[in-house]
Every structure is written in structure tokens, then in C-alpha cells.
């Protein structure tokens, strides 16, 4: 059976270094098995993945925004834990849509993420969800999302 | 002392039957004693209770829409756990509110929410809770829930 | 080494006494070791600091309410608990701001709640966060914070 690197490899995904961690909070904190991990928003070229749903980004490049910001997730999971096979599952995501007042298909922009990760983990990648459309996101960014991981 | 399904037959509350999940995710994640639960949009007659609070939705009707959520929500814990009894707590709610620049009663409309559980739950309702605003939800709706739940 | 208590009044600041708890929920919920903690909508003066960024409330004003808001979980956390020594860890926090269309700085703004956890709290006031932009907020409050905190 095919490793998570495997898969990762045979998707042409290379993770990306995460970005150096900003003074104020860090990318995960650990309590018991749950690892909370920080809003991630989605980035282009290093760069926030700047636009709004609705106002100059279709729903389709909202998937991949969303996907791309679950890659730079599974980064920071490798990074934090040495080896993706300690993450038991995914428990809960929080998918934060920027959103045109007229845009409502937040779940499928979410759906980026949670298919990629289903994708990457198998059964352990089937998480509880909630997907919301927001005003706006740091730096502009048309995608954030935070997840909670059980450990082993 | 009455069961919670006899308050719900008092109330004359008939737990729907959940909708069939959607692929990429999952109603539920179980994490050690806590119970993740997805967000869930508003429905009405079955479909989204699509609208916005401070444009076309009243602060009352949004409550209404915030209880339906919260009863659709119970019909996922029994569904998942077989026996409402099962739950010791609700612990954590956040109650996302479809919102026009102008609407700050987010708090009025999650008390149709919070004062539901705590009708059927008794002090084991009583959660810790958020409440925001909102641009827009999936599929139109004026509200969405989601909770974290304690299980014995 | 200074305690915490002994810290804040370095920093002259006096913890208030928590507003009286809403009947439809409470304001802290403990479940094992973590305690979910509501959402806080930024004071002043003992009401709603209300205004939006990017519409009125500057980034650097709105650094100020984070930071507002944080003391008053801080004293919510002091009331519940008795002693904030129990606090092992100030484990997550969603920063949601009322943001204008244009506002791109949410994780300014948040950092004036993590960066005060940190001075108060030291290694263990370091967590995962995000920071979000929303449409509105209860009371048209410009920032509203919620933790998890583990407690020893």
C-alpha cells in the first residue's frame, strides 16, 4: 500500500517549507491526542492568493485556492509532527470563504480541501466541517482554513 | 422525570431524518469523549432556509431558523449515537448569522439555538457559545450551526 | 519571578468583574482538561465597542479592542477558575473582526489579544489562532474573540 509520501509524490505535490512561524501565535498547539492548527489562508507563488468569491474568482479556482491552502496544512502537520502516519485522523475543519454578498456556494470551494485530504488520508481524512463565507481574510486572501487533528 | 424524546413529543418535535452525507466530508467526528459536529445551514420544508438578517429576515425569524438548525442538529447526534442520552454536554456552539452591514442581533438569533438545547438538555444544554455575522452561507441560508458535544 | 497577578498590575491593569452570564449560555464549559470559553465582544466603557475597521475604527484602534477583549477573557478566566495559575495553556483562538470590504489587516488586530496572552502568560500564552473578517458583530462590536484553554 502506497504511503502518504507515495501518494503525495505520485499527485506531483511537494510540500512547501512553511512559512517562518509569526511571533505572535504558533502553527499548532498540541493538548492531549488533539493538535489544534492555525488558520491557514491560501497563497499563490508565496503570496496571498488574493480576490473574493464572487468578484473576480469562480467557485472553480476557489477549489483550488482551498486545496492549496490544505497542502500548506498537511506541510505544517509534517513539519510539526516528523512523520504525516502520526496524524490519526482529521477531525474538524473550518473552511472561511471571502465572500461576494451575492456568492453562495462556500461548500463546494470547501470541498478543495476536504477532498484532498480524504485523498491523501483515506478514511482518516473524513473530518466534520463547517464551510462560511466571510467579509474578508488577512492579506486579501480568498481561503482560510483551520483544522483540528487527533494524534497518535 | 420525562426523557428527552418525551420533551421532544411534548414540544412536538419529530427529529427529521438526517440528509444523506456528502462525500467529501462527515456529520460527525468522535475524538476520545468529545463529539465534533458539522456545520448545519437552515432548512425549512426541506430546503435552505435561504435569506439575510437585515434584509428580508427578521431577528425573530432568524431565531426560528437558528432553532431548526438545533433540532436538525439533534436529529444528527441521535442518528450517530443510536440514544440522545448519550450526550453529558453540550460543550462549544458557534452560531454563524447571514448578516447585512447593519444587523448586530447575531446574539438573538443563537438564542433560538441555545434556548432549544437547553430545553431538551437541561443544564447539560448549557454551552459556551460564539456569535458572529456573517456575508454569506451555503446555498443562501441565514443560518449555520455547528457544535462540539461531550459523550459518556 | 513576578506571578501573573503581579504582572498585570505592572502593566496597571485591573481585571473586571465578568458581565453577568446570559441565561441562554455560560460563559466557559469544561470538558477533560480544556475549557471552551465563549465568545467576548470587545468593550469600552462597559459597552460594545462598536465601529468597523476599515469604516471608522483604525487597524491600531482595533489592536486596542483585541487586546480589550483578551483582558476581559483573562477575567472570565480568573472568575471561573479562582486562580489563573491553572491555566496550562492558552491553546487556540478565533479572532473575528467586523471588517469593511476593503480591510485586509485581521491579523493585525488580532495580534493585540496574542500578543497581551503572551506578556501575560509567557511560553504557555503562545497558541494556534485565526483571524478572520466578518460582516457584523452582537452589538456592532468591531472585534469578537473566543478560546480553548488547557487547565492544569
Redesign the interface.
Known sequence: MATIYEKLQEMRIELPVPAAP?A??????R????L????HIAKRNGKSWAGQL?AGISTDEGRQAARSAAIDLLATLHHELGELTRVR?I????C?V??????????LV??GA??FL?EVFGPGG???????????????SCV?I?I?A?IR
Do not use: I, M, Y
Open positions: 509569526v505572535a501565535f504558533v502553527p499548532t498547539v493538548t492531549g491526542n488533539l489544534f492548527v492555525s488558520g464572487g485522523r477531525v474538524k475543519l473550518v472561511f471571502s465572500s461576494a454578498p451575492q456568492f453562495t456556494e462556500q461548500h470547501a470541498n476536504s477532498e480524504q473524513l473530518h466534520a466541517r463547517s464551510a462560511v463565507g466571510v467579509a474578508q481574510l488577512p492579506l486579501g482560510e483551520e483540528v487527533e
